[in-house]
T-cell receptor, first 116, second 115 residues
């Protein structure tokens, strides 16, 4: 069974640009969550999608957005990039909404974004 | 305000000895707790979990203890092996609460097991 796939793995952008990251969940998983990992803050929850609807959102500015498609694949977008957006962006999938049913998330390897 | 706290950024232990990683939480609605392990350049992987109705859960060399009154949990690794060297994240979920079961993570503890 294929795991969670994230693309691209690495990317470099400059301030003011925008970026789109993609996530393909494990087959059969309908919930996709996004997390930002930085050295000082650990893993911070961005948002969760279930059945193409955003079910929950973390404490991030509106520059961070996402969506989910009918095949459960998800994208997140960051507009007007700032230096502080440099981080590892992790996508995780699970069968049920949130961690309610399965109790655990399956993570991808992440997309490492560097903003210059 | 951090709801899940891992106050030790790093921990170093000798191979064969016990590793104890600690985690504190503030939200009394949390009823499910998990530990994840993360190697460099990889995503976190699930290690072990515990429900709030239990105070201990064991899986091989890994045991998680939960003290609800103290809002504290710990992960014990016995015996520690060099391959256990990784960053360990504590996570908590309020499955029946308003957060709809999303996982809240601590900042992680980097464990180094020396041969």
């Amino acid at each position: 069974k294929a795991g969670v796939t994230q693309t691209p793995r690495y990317l470099i952008k400059t301030r003011g640009q925008q970026v789109t990251l993609s996530c393909s969940p494990i087959s059969g998983h309908r919930s996709v969550s996004w997390y930002q990992q930085t050295p000082g803050q650990g893993l911070q929850f961005l948002f969760e999608y279930f059945s193409e609807t955003q079910r929950n959102k973390g404490n991030f500015p509106g520059r961070f957005s996402g969506r989910q498609f009918s095949n459960s694949r998800s994208e997140m977008n960051v507009s007007t990039l700032e230096l502080g957006d440099s981080a590892l962006y992790l996508c995780a999938s699970t069968y049920g909404q949130g961690a309610f049913l399965s109790g655990e998330l399956f993570f991808g390897e992440g997309s490492r974004l560097t903003v210059l | 305000d951090q709801q899940v706290k891992q106050n030790s950024p790093s921990l170093s232990v000798q191979e064969g000895r016990i590793s104890i990683l600690n985690c504190d939480y503030t939200n009394s609605m949390f009823d499910y707790f998990l530990w994840y392990k993360k190697y460099p350049a990889e995503g976190p992987t699930f290690l072990i979990s515990i429900s709030s109705i239990k105070d201990k859960n064991e899986d091989g060399r890994f045991t998680v203890f939960l003290n609800k009154s103290a809002k504290h949990l710990s992960l014990h690794i016995v015996p520690s092996q060099p391959g256990d060297s990784a960053v360990y994240f504590c996570a908590a979920s309020a499955r029946y609460g308003g957060s709809q079961g999303n996982l809240i993570f601590g900042k992680g503890t980097k464990l180094s097991v020396k041969p």
